[in-house]
């Protein structure tokens, strides 16, 4: 059976020092990164014997529990990618085509008022989450979601290219209480080549969600 397996880092723990400690970053990629991966495989584990044995009693919980881990792989695997040490500014001086900076000023009226509703939703969600730029494929715009704990309050078919993490683990050790200060620093370190790519990339494949019958 296919398994999960965590990815490594694309840089060096320290690499986004000062805005992220190392010490964050490491405990953050092999330890909670570490988790999820884990625990979507023992979910797939128990999923496989309930199959081979016609037992079903747990399937609730099972169904939830692969969920959550396996969103939380995925949104950590785009996460550390979606940082550099020497990230920041714009997209627009950033991506090298202006098409990630058009489609923001398209879809939220311009970079400003993009990042303000970002780092709002980042930084007002309820416990634990996310604040995520994604492409929505149906409409063929760029939305942001508010991700509770590594699920809900998202649309359906919808494509992470942008993540910021506002769980306490990825910032407490350095900001303590001061989650917004993290999030208007995770700006600093946003590495916009990356989200360009994941956005081309989304928008290539979004015919293919709504087929014709």
């Given at each position: 059976m296919a398994t999960y397996t965590l990815p490594d880092l694309p840089y060096d723990y320290s690499a986004l020092e000062p805005v992220i400690s190392g010490e964050i970053i490491e405990l953050h990629h092999d330890k909670h990164h570490a988790g999820y991966v884990k625990g979507?495989?023992?979910?797939?584990?128990?999923?496989?014997?309930?199959?081979?044995?016609?037992?079903?009693a747990a399937i609730n919980g099972l169904e939830k529990n692969l969920a959550f881990h396996l969103s939380g792989h995925i949104l950590h695997s785009i996460y550390w990618h979606n940082m550099t040490g020497d990230g920041g500014g714009e997209p627009l001086e950033r991506d090298g085509t202006g098409e990630l900076a058009d489609a923001i000023a398209e879809s939220f009226g311009s970079f400003a008022r993009f990042k303000a509703q970002l780092s709002k939703a980042a930084a007002t969600t309820q416990g634990s989450g996310w604040g995520v730029l994604a492409y929505e494929p149906v409409s063929g715009r760029l939305i942001v979601e508010q991700v509770y704990d590594h699920q809900g309050n998202v649309g359906q078919g919808s494509v992470p290219v942008l993540v910021f993490d506002a769980w306490e683990h990825a910032f407490y050790l350095q900001y303590r209480n001061q989650k917004v200060d993290f999030v208007e620093a995770m700006w600093r370190v946003v590495n916009w080549q990356d989200v360009a790519a994941r956005f081309t990339a989304a928008r290539e494949r979004a015919h293919t969600l709504l087929l014709a019958p």
């Open positions: 979507a495989n023992d979910t797939l584990e128990q999923l496989a014997e309930a199959r081979e044995k016609d037992q079903w």
